[in-house]
């Protein structure tokens, strides 16, 4: 894919509360990759994404050890090795050689990002949130990688994505534009 580097990315470059796939590294250089359901953008300026992690995750372990991760926004042509990369660990497995998918060295963090994936965003760890189960991790955007045929001038060419959503155990593609901001009709 030819891939734009885009130095100061913004919260329109993660688009609607897609299933995301985390990139993370061992410090063996075993990349690896764990799907997620629960991630947010939690601040515009800076770009901080969050996103919740099991406490005894693989690649939670490997996240803490370089203090960043990757965050790869699958498109519905990726759902089988997203929903792959949610059932097995890389404790047991190569996921990126089962399947057959490219690790990308990033600009500016350790952990390799995916090439297969259409968005790639480039997260440092700034803060930790202990909750429970899970801890909310939030990591600030440094860099961001947009495949050119979605791209819209800075923005994302909503139109042309195909982002996948996770709702209780199923999969969902999204929808149509429905209207723009404050465009909406009463009902
Ligand atoms: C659709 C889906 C969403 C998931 N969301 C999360 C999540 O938000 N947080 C989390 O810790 N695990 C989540 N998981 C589970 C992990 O992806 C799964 O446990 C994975 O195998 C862990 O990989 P690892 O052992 O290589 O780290 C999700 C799994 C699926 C299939």
């Known amino acids: ?28 250089g075993v990349p690896n990759i764990i799907t997620i359901g629960a991630s947010s953008v939690c601040s515009a300026h800076p770009l901080i994404i969050g996103v919740a992690m099991g406490i005894r995750q693989y690649s939670y372990e490997l996240m803490k050890a370089t203090g960043d991760f990757g965050v790869n926004i699958p498109h519905t042509d990726q759902l089988f090795g997203a929903d792959y990369c949610g059932g097995v660990s890389g404790r047991r497995t190569d996921k990126f050689a089962d399947l057959e998918w490219t690790a990308t060295p990033a600009a500016k963090i350790t952990s390799p990002l995916i090439e297969q994936c259409p968005v790639s965003l480039e997260c440092k760890i700034v803060e930790i949130a202990h909750l429970g189960s899970h801890d909310w991790v939030m990591g600030e955007a440094v860099a961001a990688h947009v495949d050119e045929s979605i791209l819209d001038g800075d923005g994302i060419a909503y139109d042309r994505t195909d982002p996948v959503w996770s709702f209780f155990g199923e999969y969902w593609s999204v929808g149509e534009k429905l209207c723009d901001w404050h465009g909406a009709e009463p009902n």
């Open 1 to 28: 894919m030819a891939k734009v580097l885009i130095d100061r990315p913004n919260n329109g470059h993660f688009y609607p509360w897609p299933l995301v796939l985390v990139s993370c590294v061992s410090e063996e």
